[in-house]
């Protein structure tokens, strides 16, 4: 097809690009990197055009759908699953909101792609695993790849294909350091929490898989396009069937976006490298389930009973995982529960209906909480390079004032292994930088071991400025925008979802603003954080595109007249959408709260700074409420007693007592080996070897020698014996003959 007529008509037969440019990428790097020995840039290079690729096919994809007037249009790859009445084909869906998707993800993970270059080349050298830089990028861009899968599927079939691919690179990437912890100390807490992810989420699967089994058995088929045509009868006939559907849907939900009861995998997911939580986060998995419901809209449209559940339970985590967040000492957990509480905003907004303000506090979370978690990112680096800084100037200045006392200064045994011990200095501080000078354990991500870093790294500061500002909700950045337009939609419909929303926000500027104080401002309250270094340019160059995207994030759904263009772009797909326009009082209160929020942070953490190993001001007047919230509300605990405990305790009765006393000890040793030694032993050995077989074979021994001794006595040698023998013979025979 030539260029020209592209253009005229579309590039949607590059649709499969979207899946094989990150494959690419991964085979190209898997395959081809040892043998030319590709250097770390190489390696990020590739991976990152790859996903660049896959970003240019979207924009591609995106102006398709525009010259096509939004209408839908399906490109078919291949046959895939034809049984029966079941007839599937591996078709990409192309419109207006599978377009949006496919931008989001391939734009900000491209960034996210290219600021991990810079990243892993430190964090790879923290951990002394220079190797495993390739297979980080190699996991990176299935991920991105999995996530176009589900995203441009045409059925929910296809769909879950991508669903389950970006759990299994969730499980891989987030325990990427599976045999140590973030701070390179032998430990198995990253693979517990790759495994805790893993699992929930298959608990969220089996939700999905019950709506499909359903969707199935009742309506006839998983795609879209005919179940939404099929819906409204059974609907109509059986309403329960469409309500138990999108109710098993939510449970899908619930895993992938992280809600209310299955939120507690995403807070252990910053086990992994932060380029990790950042896609996860904010570009990837954990959009998913926003974009199941909103893709489901004719469904969810026809139970309004399904909507208002779907509407609680995203508001409910909204608040619940904001009350967390304030009381957390690690940069990225502040985050992590930030993302749970703005994914419960978007699932609010799409219980209520309002798919649109969903979609687009969606794009522009993407946008600032990517910003917020690689700038965090950044921060980590710069402590760990304070860290490891600080400790080398203490090794080289301990060793010249060992050199300026003299070498009698020392006993001679320890004179004699100064120069060891000095290396083996450097090398466990040049290792993990996870021990100070006093050999205490220091974590560059605890908000206590920073402060005064907008001196030390001003470009990170104002970056993470920027995405504090936007995830708080503040004219004119993006999230104002977004975050009210929700908060709009609900006081018109769900009053209660409104003050959950409304009060969530408030914690949200109120978290933010504590962190903002903690990290940047007061007194450094380590030496790593007095000796923090600016990241280079590889990390902060896409932050600063992201910077640029949380502030003008926003002019793509305005609530003004002429300028509703995502609203027009996603009724395309979603039918007639209602562009709300600017309410002063909504936007008001929510933007008065947040200011009141940033002022109550700074009147208790920026006006007088916390001091070095000085408790937390809010530990004291909430006494027990700031135990729970810091405590996560002992949810983890609740977990453990009511569900991991009993089953951990069940599963070890299965195997001690049942497998291993039971089965093992008493029927296999017992039972079976104690019925077969005692067939083998006494009734075949004793009695039918001993006693039967050879009993009789002894007996017919002692019988022959019995007759052959009374016979032996008739072979006695005289001739008148057997004469005498012979006399008798013929006398017998004789008498027989005469008597017959």
């Known amino acids: 097809m030539h260029l020209s007529e592209s253009v005229s008509t579309g590039f949607f037969f590059l649709a499969p690009w979207l899946v094989f440019a990150p494959l690419t990428g991964l085979l190209i790097n898997l395959i081809f990197s040892k043998w030319f020995k590709f250097s770390e840039n190489w390696v990020g290079a590739v991976a990152s055009l790859a996903s660049g690729a896959a970003f240019v096919v979207s924009v591609l994809l995106a102006y398709s759908v525009s010259l096509n007037h939004g209408e839908v249009v399906r490109w078919k790859l291949a046959e895939w699953i034809h049984v029966g009445t079941l007839n599937l084909d591996w078709t990409f869906r192309i419109d207006s909101l599978s377009t949006t998707m496919m931008l989001v993800v391939s734009g900000v993970g491209t960034l996210i792609h290219i600021y991990a270059i810079g990243y892993m ?38 769909l879950f294909v991508g669903w389950e691919g970006v759990g299994l690179c969730s499980f891989l990437l987030i325990g990427f350091w599976f045999e140590m912890d973030t701070l390179a100390r032998p430990s198995w807490a990253n693979s517990n929490a790759a495994k805790k992810a893993f699992i929930t989420n298959r608990v969220g699967d089996f939700g999905f898989l019950i709506a499909g089994f359903l969707m199935f058995w009742y309506l006839g088929s998983f795609q879209f396009d005919e179940v939404f045509k099929a819906a ?34 995403l807070p252990d997911a910053m086990a992994g490298p932060t380029p990790v939580s950042a896609l996860i986060h904010a570009a990837t998995m954990v959009t998913a389930g926003v974009y199941l419901v909103t893709r489901s809209a004719p469904l969810y449209t026809l139970v309004p009973q399904a909507q208002y559940i779907v509407a609680m339970v995203g508001a409910g985590t909204a608040l619940f995982a904001a009350t967390i967040a304030v009381g957390q000492y690690d940069i990225k957990k502040v985050l992590a529960y930030s993302t749970i509480s703005q994914l419960g905003f978007m699932v609010a907004a799409v219980g209520m209906g309002a798919y649109v303000a969903g979609m687009f506090h969606l794009i522009t ?31 080289h200045d301990d060793h010249g004032k060992k050199k300026k006392e003299g070498k009698h200064a020392l006993p001679k045994e320890h004179r004699d292994n100064v120069s060891k011990a000095e290396g083996r200095k450097e090398e466990e501080h040049g290792h993990g930088g996870g021990h100070d000078e006093h ?48 908060l709009l939609d609900a006081s018109l419909h769900f009053t209660s979802v409104y003050w959950q929303l409304t009060i ?57 007249e002429g300028f ?15 562009g709300l326009p600017l309410d002063m009082k909504v936007a008001g209160i929510s933007t008065g709260l947040a200011l009141l929020a940033i002022l109550i942070s700074w009147f208790l953490y920026g006006r007088n700074p916390l001091k ?40 070890q009765f299965l195997a001690d007592v049942i497998d291993w006393r039971f089965w093992h000890d008493f029927v296999h040793d017992t039972v079976i080996l104690g019925t077969y030694n005692w067939l083998s032993e006494i009734a075949l050995n004793e009695y039918a070897d001993q006693k039967g077989i050879d009993g009789f074979a002894n007996w017919l021994g002692s019988a022959t020698q019995s007759v052959s001794a009374t016979l032996r006595k008739v072979q006695n040698g005289f001739v008148r014996s057997y004469a005498l023998s012979v006399l008798l013979g013929v006398v017998l025979i004789l008498g027989y003959l005469i008597l017959k």
Not at 614 to 632: A, Q, R
């Open 121 to 158: 080349h430190e964090d790879v050298r923290f951990k002394h695993e220079e190797g495993r830089f390739n297979r980080f990028f190699l996991f990176l861009n299935l991920f991105i790849a999995a996530m176009m899968i589900l995203v441009s599927g045409d059925s929910y079939m296809m």
């Open 232 to 265: 409204p009868e059974i609907a109509h006939s059986m309403p329960w069937v469409i309500v138990a559907i999108t109710l098993f849907m939510l449970v899908g939900v619930a895993g992938k976006s992280a809600q209310i009861p299955l939120y507690i995998w």
């Open 365 to 395: 979370h993407a946008f600032f909480k990517a910003l917020l978690f690689l700038s965090a990112g950044s921060v980590i680096l710069g402590l760990e390079r304070g860290h490891h800084a600080h400790a080398h100037h203490i090794a």
């Open 439 to 486: 050999g205490e354990v220091f974590d560059p991500g605890d908000m206590r071991n920073m402060g005064g870093l907008r001196k030390t790294m001003p470009v990170t500061f104002w970056l993470y400025m920027i995405g504090t500002l936007a995830l708080a909700g503040i004219f004119p950045f993006a999230g104002f925008w977004s975050k009210d337009e929700i």
């Open 504 to 560: 969530a926000a408030f914690f949200t500027a109120f978290y933010m603003g504590r962190q903002i104080w903690m990290v940047f401002f007061g007194e450094a309250r380590t030496d790593a954080a007095k000796h923090a270094e600016e990241s280079p340019k590889v990390m902060t160059v896409p932050l600063m595109v992201l910077a640029v995207l949380s502030v003008a994030g926003g002019a793509l759904n305005l609530p003004f």
């Open 564 to 578: 509703h263009n995502l609203g027009h772009w996603l009724g395309h797909t979603l039918g007639e959408v209602e």
């Open 612 to 651: 070095t190993g000085e408790i937390d001001p809010l530990k004291k007047p909430l006494g027990p409420i700031f135990t729970g919230m810091e405590g996560k509300w002992f949810v983890d605990e609740g977990y453990f007693a009511v569900i991991i405990n009993p089953f951990n305790k069940i599963s």
